[in-house]
């Protein structure tokens, strides 16, 4: 099993990036995706998540209107569309499969928005 997450990287206030995390070693589109993140020095919160086929989503309420969470189960792939990015969005990004019996994990990107 692999989730290995990317498109971090340094951005400005009001900018925008878009992670994508791609997943193996399991049915991809039998598991919810989520993602979380964690910022330095403070406990991992959940971001958002997305319905195994992908017409149920959520969001943490500080992103809802700025982030948007899709998949590709052709592809295998969770994507998250960041908008408007603040600095209090800088945290390391990890995505998050999940079902009734099992969590996998991703090693994490880092987002930091700064000026």
């Known amino acids: 099993v692999q989730l290995v997450e990317s498109g971090g990287g340094l951005v400005q206030p009001g900018g925008s990036l878009r992670l994508s995390c791609v997943a193996s070693?399991?049915?991809?589109?039998?598991?919810?995706m989520n993602w979380y993140r964690q910022a330095p020095g403070k406990e991992r919160e959940w971001v958002a998540r997305?319905?195994?086929?992908?017409?149920?989503?959520g969001y943490q309420d500080s992103v809802r209107g700025r982030f948007t969470i899709s998949r590709d189960n052709v592809k295998n792939t969770v994507f998250l569309q960041m908008n408007n990015l603040k600095p209090e969005d800088t945290a390391v990004y990890y995505c998050?499969?999940?079902?009734?019996?099992?969590?996998?994990w991703g090693q994490g990107t880092q987002v930091t928005v700064s000026s």
């Open positions: 070693g399991f049915t991809f589109s039998s598991y919810l």
């Open positions: 997305i319905s195994s086929g992908g017409s149920i989503r």
């Open positions: 998050c499969a999940r079902n009734s019996m099992y969590d996998y």
